[in-house]
C-alpha cells in the first residue's frame, strides 16, 4: 500500500467536499472554492469528515496515482482553510520590486522594467526586497512564484538575483590574478 495514498484526510469544520461522477471534486471552505477532476480510477469515500482514497488494483500506474490523488486532495482541503504562501527575496544593488494595483513591477538591471500582472486568484505584496505570493491553490502559487524568479535567477558569484526565503546560493569563488 502506498503510505501516502492510505493516510486519511481530515475535513476541518466550515468545509464541504461534494464528490460528483467521473471523480470531479468541489471544496468550498473559508477562503474559497477549488474545482478539480482526479483520476476516474481511484475511489474518494468521504464519512463523518473524513476522506478516504483506495485504489482498485495493485499494478504500478494505481500505485502512483493513489497517493498523487491523496495529495491533491488534501492540498485543496489545506488551501480553501488556510491558504499557501511563498517568499521570494529581492538581491542586488538596484534591484527592487514595487506593486501598484495588480501589477508587479521589477527593476533587475535590464534595460526596462519588467511588468507582471497577477493572474486570478493570486495576489503578490511588496515590502521592502521581500516579494509574498499568497493564493488557495497550491499549483498556482508555486508557479507564480517560479515565474517571478525566473525574470533574474539568482547567479553563484555574487548572489545577485530573485530567490525564495528559503533557498540557499551555493556560492562560487571568483577569478584570481596571475603572479
Known amino acids: 500500500m502506498s503510505r501516502i495514498g492510505r493516510m486519511p484526510i481530515a475535513v476541518p469544520a466550515g468545509v464541504t467536499v461534494d464528490i460528483a461522477e467521473n471523480n470531479h471534486v468541489t471544496v ?8 478539480r477532476t482526479l483520476p476516474a480510477e481511484m475511489e474518494i ?3 463523518e469528515g473524513v ?12 500505485k502512483s496515482l493513489h497517493g498523487l490523488t491523496r495529495t491533491l486532495l488534501n492540498n485543496m482541503v ?12 529581492v538581491n542586488g544593488v538596484g534591484y527592487r520590486a514595487s506593486k501598484s494595483g495588480k501589477v508587479l513591477t521589477l527593476s533587475l538591471g535590464y534595460s526596462h522594467p519588467v511588468e507582471m500582472t497577477d493572474p486570478e486568484g493570486i495576489e503578490s505584496k511588496v515590502e521592502g526586497n521581500k516579494i509574498t505570493v499568497t493564493g488557495i491553490d497550491k499549483e ?18 555574487k548572489g545577485k538575483g530573485i530567490k525564495y ?7 562560487k569563488v571568483g577569478k584570481t590574478g596571475k603572479k
Do not use: C, F, W
Open 165 to 171: 526565503a528559503d533557498e540557499v546560493i551555493r556560492r
Open 78 to 89: 489545506v488551501g480553501v482553510t488556510d491558504g499557501y504562501k511563498k517568499e521570494l527575496e
Open 45 to 47: 469515500t468521504s464519512e
Open 28 to 35: 468550498k471552505g473559508p477562503k474559497g472554492t477549488l474545482e
Open 140 to 157: 498556482k502559487v508555486g508557479q507564480y512564484a517560479a515565474e517571478i524568479r525566473d525574470k533574474r535567477r539568482p547567479e553563484p558569484y
Open 51 to 62: 476522506l478516504h482514497v483506495s485504489r482498485p488494483n495493485d499494478l504500478k500506474r494505481m
